[in-house]
C-alpha cells in the first residue's frame, strides 16, 4: 500500500527574513539614486557641448574677419616680395651641378637666363656637332630636377672652323 499523502494548504508560508528586505530597501534606493545621478551627468555633458560649441564658433568668428582690401601700395609691395621670394627658392646649387656635370666634354655653356615666376631657366650653348647636341638635350630630359626639357632653337655656324651648333634649350624645373 502507498503511503497516504497529507498536504495542508492553511499553513503560513515563512517569512522573508527582515535583513533580505532591507537590503533589498537599501538596493532600490541606490537604484533610483545612481538613475539620478546618470540623468544629471547627461545633462551635464550636454550642457557642457553646447559651450564648446559656443566657444568654437567664436573663435572662427574671430579667425575669419572679412579681408580689408589692400591698397595699390601694399599690393606692390606684396608683388616684389614674393618675386624676391622666388629668387631666393630657385635651386641653383642643384641646376647648375646637373647643367655643368655633363659627362661629355663636347658642349660649352654660354649662358644661363632664369625664370623663377615659370620655373623656368634658359641655356644657351655650342656643341661640336649635332649629334653632341641631341645628346645634351636627351642628357637634361634625363635628369629628375628638370623636366620638358626643349630645344627652342639652333644654328650651325658654317663661317667658324669645325662647323659648331649653338643652340639654345628650355627646361622647367621641378619644385620639391
Given at each position: 500500500m502507498t503511503p497516504r499523502?497529507?498536504?495542508d494548504f492553511s499553513r503560513s508560508r515563512p517569512r522573508a527574513a527582515p535583513a533580505g528586505v532591507l537590503l533589498l530597501c537599501a538596493a532600490m534606493v541606490l537604484l533610483v539614486a545612481s538613475g539620478e545621478r546618470l540623468w544629471e551627468a547627461y545633462d551635464e555633458n550636454d550642457r557642457v557641448q553646447a559651450e564648446q560649441e559656443r566657444q568654437l564658433q567664436r573663435m572662427?568668428?574671430?579667425?575669419?574677419?572679412?579681408a580689408t582690401p589692400q591698397t595699390p601700395a601694399a599690393k606692390?609691395?606684396?608683388s616684389q616680395s614674393l618675386a624676391v621670394l622666388r629668387e631666393l627658392t630657385v635651386p641653383w646649387q642643384d641646376l647648375l651641378s646637373i647643367v655643368e656635370d655633363y659627362p661629355d666634354h663636347d658642349v660649352a655653356?654660354?649662358?644661363i637666363d632664369q625664370n623663377p615666376s615659370q620655373s623656368q631657366i634658359r641655356i644657351t650653348a655650342e656643341a661640336k656637332s649635332f649629334d653632341a647636341m641631341?645628346?645634351?638635350l636627351r642628357y637634361l630630359q634625363s635628369s629628375e630636377l628638370l623636366r620638358e626639357a626643349?630645344?627652342?632653337?639652333h644654328l650651325i655656324e658654317t663661317n667658324v672652323p669645325g662647323t659648331p651648333v649653338r643652340f639654345q634649350i628650355t627646361a622647367v624645373w621641378s619644385k620639391s
Open positions: 499523502l497529507d498536504i572662427h568668428a574671430k579667425s575669419h574677419r572679412a606692390l609691395a606684396e655653356l654660354i649662358g641631341i645628346a645634351y626643349v630645344l627652342n632653337e
